[in-house]
């Protein structure tokens, strides 16, 4: 059984900063690009950040470029997303996915971890 498992979120004040962490069991990540997705609320699941196979390109939401850093370990089969800096704005459900192009579109992804919750408020 493929799957992703996300865990790091939790409740924080603005500007405040988690680790989001993203481990995969039945399969290796090695041989995927990597995108973190989120969902908020009454909004559409919209692509944050991706990652290439090899770790050397990576992209991001213009809402979150300088503030959150997309990273993985291939030996570890992990995937992580560090968010500083964080807005009531980046309160959402934050899901890992995998596919095999280097994208944020979540019709590009295969394999979705069950999300965890990110809540930013004072």
């Known amino acids: 059984q493929y799957r992703l498992v996300e865990s790091g979120g939790g409740l924080v004040q603005p500007g405040g900063s988690l680790r989001l962490s993203c481990a995969a069991s039945?399969?290796?990540?090695?041989?995927?690009?990597i995108g973190w997705f989120r969902q908020a609320p009454g909004k559409e699941r919209e692509g944050v950040s991706c990652?290439?196979?090899?770790?050397?390109?990576?992209a991001y939401e213009d809402s979150v470029e300088g503030r959150f850093t997309i990273s993985r370990d291939n030996a570890k089969n992990t995937v992580y997303l560090q968010m500083n800096s964080l807005k009531p704005e980046d309160t959402a459900v934050y899901y890992c996915a995998v596919g095999v192009l280097f994208s944020r579109r979540v019709s590009d992804m295969r394999y979705w971890g069950q999300g965890t919750q990110v809540t930013v408020s004072s």
């Open positions: 039945g399969f290796t990540l090695e041989n995927y690009a």
């Open positions: 990652i290439s196979k090899n770790g050397g390109t990576t």
